[in-house]
Every structure is written in structure tokens, then in C-alpha cells.
């Protein structure tokens, strides 16, 4: 029996192991990456500030050159701008080989972005005093880049200087969303579309069935309508065509339209008749 319970205590230590492995190879940059100066270890990527050393104060006290061990008192907190994150590069340097903050630029976002200082990793503070690193040492690389960008890499800021290229870097894994919120958002929009179809159908039945009901009714009224416009047309052919207005004729002068008549002679007087002769007294 405790043989049988050792057992399954053995087999379930195994696949919390076998979880926990997949799990950190899923969430693990893809480095080891080889660059010219040594060996890229991991990366980081953060919004939390970081450790910089207080130029300020280090020259007031007389120290120009980086020192590899920062007293608390020198250390400032820097947090990353506003809608950006810090990506940390840490770098084993090989022995006779150097490191510059110069040698890589970040590309991420669609820009390129310097690099922001370099710290030993023993002492975890970024120094602008240290700019080049010679090996072997382990240091940091400090660069910032959009919080939204899902991909970065490191780019020779040096294009005649041949450098060895630095693979890309996700950043952000993109997620597929789950198809079901989508299909429910999706068939609201079914179902109001075959309620409207629905609905548009009920309409057109309905007035094909009142259509139906008065088929006669509206013949009769078209026949009426054709017949009234067959009659109007008639009646407009038989008026005669509206006799055209002549133009009014000029009215001769009175002179011109009635001469004076001729100056008529006066009639001849009637030969006046010879007086009777008297009778003869035939008595004397």
C-alpha cells in the first residue's frame, strides 16, 4: 500500500515537472544569442525603474571613471516614460573582446531606439560613465521601447561595421480570442435580421391577400380613368383651331376713302309754255 501511494507521489512530482518545464521553455526568450562580443544570456522586459548612478554626486566626488561598486547614496530610481517599458540585455563578454553602448540600436514600434546606459551586473546600476565594457565581464544593456510593441531586435548601428545580427524577439505573443463570445455577438444580429425578414414577409402577404380582395375594384377605376382621358383627348380634337388674329388694316384717310361727289349742274329749267292766245271775239 505505501508502495502504491509512493508511487503516485513520484508520478505527480513528474508532471508538475513536466508543466513546469514547458511552461519556462513557452515563456523563455530564444537566447543564448551569439553577437561579437559574446553571448546575448536573456533579456527582460519590465515597467519597474531601475537602479542609475548620480552623475552628479559621483563627480562631486571626484569620480569621473565608473567605479564597479555604487554606494546606496549615488543610486536614483528612473521609471520608464509613459506608455513604454524597459527591455534589459544581459551580456557575457568574451575575454579580449569589448562591448559599446553604440555598437546596437532597438528596433520595435516601427523606430529605433538608443541604448540608455549599461550596468555591471554585480553591482546593477546603470552607469553613463561606462560605455565601453571589455571582457570577460557580465553586463546589462538598457533599452526602451513602446509598451504595445509585440516584436523587437537588435540592429548594428553601424551598417560598414560587420556585426553579428541578433535574431528577433517576441515580446508580445499574440492570443487568438475565444470564438464563442463571437458567435453569441453574431447570432444577436442573426436573430434580429430573420425577425425583420420575418416581419417584412407578414407585411407583403398581407397586402398581397388586400390586393387580391379588389382586383375588380381596380380595373374598373383604371377603365374609368382611360375613358375619362379618352374623351378629353376628343372633345380637344373637335374644338376648332383657334383663328389666328389678323392684323388690323390701316384705315385709309376720309379723303381717300369718300371723294366729294361731283358738283351736280343744276336741272334745266322746263321751257316755260307759250300763253294761250286769247280767243278771238268772235262777237265784235
Known amino acids: 500500500m505505501k508502495a502504491k501511494s509512493a508511487f503516485f507521489q513520484i508520478r505527480r512530482l513528474l508532471c508538475l515537472a513536466v508543466l513546469g518545464a514547458a511552461f519556462y521553455s513557452h515563456a523563455a526568450p530564444p537566447f543564448s544569442a551569439k553577437i561579437h562580443a559574446g553571448t546575448i544570456e536573456r533579456m527582460q522586459r519590465t515597467s519597474e525603474p531601475v537602479s542609475f548612478v548620480n552623475i552628479e554626486g559621483a563627480i562631486a566626488n571626484d569620480e569621473v571613471n565608473p567605479v564597479d561598486i555604487v554606494p546606496d547614496g549615488l543610486r536614483v530610481e528612473v521609471a520608464p516614460g509613459d506608455g513604454e517599458v524597459f527591455l534589459i540585455f544581459t551580456v557575457a563578454v568574451l575575454p579580449n573582446r569589448s562591448l559599446s553602448t553604440l555598437d546596437y540600436r532597438l528596433r520595435a514600434g516601427g523606430a529605433e531606439h538608443e541604448?540608455?546606459?549599461?550596468?555591471?551586473?554585480?553591482?546593477?546600476?546603470?552607469?553613463?560613465?561606462?560605455?565601453?565594457q571589455k571582457g570577460p565581464a557580465m553586463v546589462k544593456l538598457l533599452f526602451s521601447c513602446p509598451e504595445t510593441a509585440e516584436e523587437a531586435t537588435l540592429v548594428n548601428a553601424f551598417p560598414n561595421v560587420p556585426l553579428t545580427p541578433v535574431p528577433t524577439i517576441t515580446l508580445i505573443e499574440k492570443t487568438t480570442p475565444p470564438p464563442e463570445p463571437e458567435a453569441e455577438v453574431a447570432a444577436e444580429p442573426a436573430a434580429e435580421g430573420a425577425e425583420k425578414t420575418a416581419d417584412a414577409q407578414k407585411n407583403a402577404s398581407e397586402k398581397e391577400e388586400t390586393t387580391a380582395e379588389t382586383p375588380e375594384t381596380t380595373e374598373?377605376?383604371?377603365?374609368?380613368?382611360?375613358?375619362?382621358?379618352?374623351?378629353?383627348?376628343?372633345?380637344?380634337?373637335?374644338?376648332?383651331?383657334?383663328?389666328?388674329?389678323?392684323?388690323?388694316?390701316?384705315?385709309?384717310?376720309?379723303?381717300?376713302?369718300?371723294?366729294?361727289?361731283?358738283?351736280?349742274?343744276?336741272?334745266?329749267?322746263?321751257?316755260?309754255?307759250?300763253?294761250?292766245?286769247?280767243?278771238?271775239?268772235?262777237?265784235?
Do not use: I, Q, Y
Open 115 to 132: 541604448c540608455k546606459g549599461m550596468a555591471l551586473e554585480s553591482n546593477n546600476a546603470f552607469d553613463l560613465r561606462r560605455v565601453v
Open 220 to 284: 374598373e377605376a383604371d377603365k374609368k380613368a382611360e375613358d375619362a382621358k379618352d374623351k378629353k383627348t376628343a372633345a380637344a380634337d373637335k374644338k376648332p383651331a383657334a383663328k389666328e388674329k389678323k392684323p388690323a388694316e390701316e384705315k385709309k384717310p376720309a379723303a381717300e376713302e369718300k371723294k366729294p361727289a361731283a358738283e351736280e349742274k343744276p336741272a334745266a329749267k322746263p321751257a316755260p309754255k307759250p300763253a294761250p292766245k286769247p280767243a278771238e271775239n268772235l262777237w265784235f
